[in-house]
């Protein structure tokens, strides 16, 4: 049986309400990141350290990419981006 036009409508609808939702919580969950990153830096650079940690982040890259494949790395970058935040420039 094919769907009708206004089943379509309705189950596009539905679906579209579950993506809203997990968006919304996806920009949560990333709010709260870079919040525990935050922490993290400021902790590294109050004990003379460098706001950046290399190892780490390649660690991360290498996450995303076997848990979403190669635009899983674009992700993690995106996110740690945003996780330096302002202070990309200082080392
Ligand atoms: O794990 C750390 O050491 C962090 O500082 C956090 C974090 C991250 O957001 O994941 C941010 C900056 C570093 O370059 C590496 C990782």
Redesign the pocket.
């Known amino acids: 049986m094919n769907t009708t036009e206004d089943e379509a409508t309705a189950v596009i609808a539905d679906a579209r309400t579950r993506i809203d939702d997990l968006d919304a919580r996806i920009a949560e969950l990333v709010r709260e ?2 919040t ?2 935050e922490q ?2 400021r902790t ?1 650079i109050a004990a003379g350290g460098r ?4 190892s ?2 390649l660690e ?1 890259l290498r996450r995303y990419r076997e848990a979403l494949g190669r635009p899983g790395t674009q992700l993690a970058m995106t ?2 981006e945003l ?2 935040g302002r202070g990309t420039s200082e080392r």
């Open positions: 990141r870079i525990v990153s993290i830096q590294r706001r950046v940690h290399l780490r982040e991360i996110l740690l996780c330096r």
